[in-house]
């Protein structure tokens, strides 16, 4: 048996080492591209159905966190936020949705909401693939033009291209209950990046 010298196990061992780390984020990266947007889809609604604030942040980038959209008075406003915490939510005085159902997500045109009827115009999970929102844009305009906010160009800018990469997601229950959400595909995986509390908020 030949001896090796002890430069070489150390050699030996650190290669190993690399050749295990390498095999898992290959691993990790091969599950990102695997995932489906409606496998991402069902699995934000089932955490915000659950409450599992653990599982739903796993869908919000570490970087980017998520941007939510709610109502004061007259203006729409937005908070960006790294993550969703059931006991604080945004704004403190609107808890978020109970979600208690379980529809089969469609593929279709999605629901509108209609406040002289104070209701949405169907009931179910629906994502358009050819649909793209500019709610968080006009949203950041309307309060820089009328509010008279400090909002760059380049902010208006990015939230443009995030919208143009977002897919919108509807849910409406029996009941009115409803979660408006955005995913967008960042490195591979889809990810919560926009909350929608305001489309079904007609308050003034």
């Excluded at 650190?14 to 699995?43: H, K, P």
């Excluded at 909401?113 to 994502?127: D, I, M």
């Excluded at 160009?153 to 009115?176: K, M, N, P, W, Y």
Aim: hydrophobic letters at 40%; proline letters at 3%.
């Amino acid at each position: 048996m030949i001896a090796l010298p002890r430069a070489s196990i150390r050699h030996i061992g650190v290669l190993f080492c690399l050749s295990i780390a390498l095999l898992l984020a290959d691993y990790g990266n091969a599950s990102a591209r695997t995932q489906t947007l409606g496998e991402a889809v069902n699995g934000v609604v089932s955490a915000f159905r659950s409450k599992d604030s653990v599982r739903l942040n796993s869908y919000i980038h570490p970087k980017r966190g998520v941007i939510v959209i709610y109502r004061t008075g007259v203006f729409n406003e937005f908070k960006a936020v790294s993550k969703i915490d059931f006991d604080h939510p945004v704004p403190e005085y609107f808890s978020y949705p109970e979600i208690k159902g379980r529809a089969p997500l469609r593929y279709a045109r999605l629901p509108v909401y209609n406040c002289e009827r104070n209701a949405w115009s169907k009931t179910g999970l629906f994502c358009d693939l050819k649909h793209r929102d500019t709610l968080l844009s006009a949203t950041a305009m309307n309060l820089r033009d009328y509010r008279g906010d400090i909002i760059t160009r380049q902010t208006i800018a990015r939230f443009r291209s995030l919208e143009a990469q977002s897919i919108r997601v509807v849910l409406v229950e029996a009941d009115g209950r409803d979660l408006v959400f955005y995913l967008t595909r960042i490195g591979g995986r889809w990810y919560l990046t926009i909350l929608d509390r305001v489309t079904s908020d007609c308050s003034a």
